[in-house]
């Protein structure tokens, strides 16, 4: 168990620009999500794969916000023309098939600021 | 809407002063109440899982108990190791998705 791995840790960028992030999941865990926290909050729910499948979608997340999972199994979150308002912890977590009342394995997140 | 409020805010002890943190929840269908640690720089990590009223968990200086309504995180004789951002969240559907609160940050001081 290695845990999840989020790259980049840190990511600043100018407003307007395009970013990625990647997200590598517990590698026998189909289930993976990303959430967005901003200072002084608890994480806000942004999408939700089950293996290639992306079956949830938070209204938060605009148009601007794609994520994919090719094959079902590392993730990226992309964002383009980035805003001031982006600016926050995205943090990628895993869980195993099946039980679906069971805890999410976060990774240490990647910390966005836009300038 | 399904609501998760943490109580309070921050929460500053001294070394051996217990406390207890507070999550007041409001939600259709509760599947599960789960608390996490959080330290600063990083992703949030699982502490309890709890299920139905009335279920207590411990592990360590940590107790986690729950209500029809709310759950407390017991801290009892903290150490300065024990600051943190502990987060309180809902699990609300049946594939997974969490509502957390907005966290109790804990400072305990030697």
């Known amino acids: 168990d290695t845990g999840v791995s989020q790259d980049p840790r840190h990511k600043i960028t100018k407003r307007g620009q395009n970013v990625t992030f990647r997200c590598d999941p517990i590698?026998?865990?189909?289930?993976l999500y990303w959430y967005r926290q901003t200072l002084g909050q608890g994480p806000e729910f942004l999408t939700y794969?089950?293996?290639?499948?992306?079956?949830?979608k938070s209204r938060l997340l605009s148009d601007r916000f794609s994520a994919e999972r090719p094959k079902g199994s590392f993730s990226t979150l992309e964002i383009q023309r980035t805003e001031q308002g982006d600016s926050a912890m995205y943090l990628c977590a895993s869980a195993p098939q099946g039980i679906t009342n069971e805890k999410l394995f976060f990774g240490s997140g990647t910390q966005l600021s836009v300038l | 809407e399904d609501q998760v409020t943490q109580s309070p805010e921050a929460l500053r002890l001294q070394e051996g002063e217990s406390s207890s943190l507070n999550c007041s929840y409001t939600v259709s269908g509760l599947r599960g109440l789960f608390w996490y640690r959080q330290d600063p720089g990083k992703g949030p990590e699982f502490l309890f899982t709890?299920?139905?009223a009335g279920e207590e968990k411990e592990k360590e200086r940590l107790k986690a108990t729950l209500t029809k309504k709310e759950s407390f995180l017991h801290i009892t004789a903290p150490k300065p190791e024990d600051s943190a951002t502990y987060l309180c969240a809902v699990l609300t559907d049946s594939w997974g998705k969490f509502q957390f609160g907005a966290g109790t940050q804990v400072v305990v001081t030697p």
């Open positions: 590698s026998e865990h189909n289930r």
């Open positions: 794969f089950q293996n290639e499948a992306q079956l949830e």
């Open positions: 709890l299920y139905s």
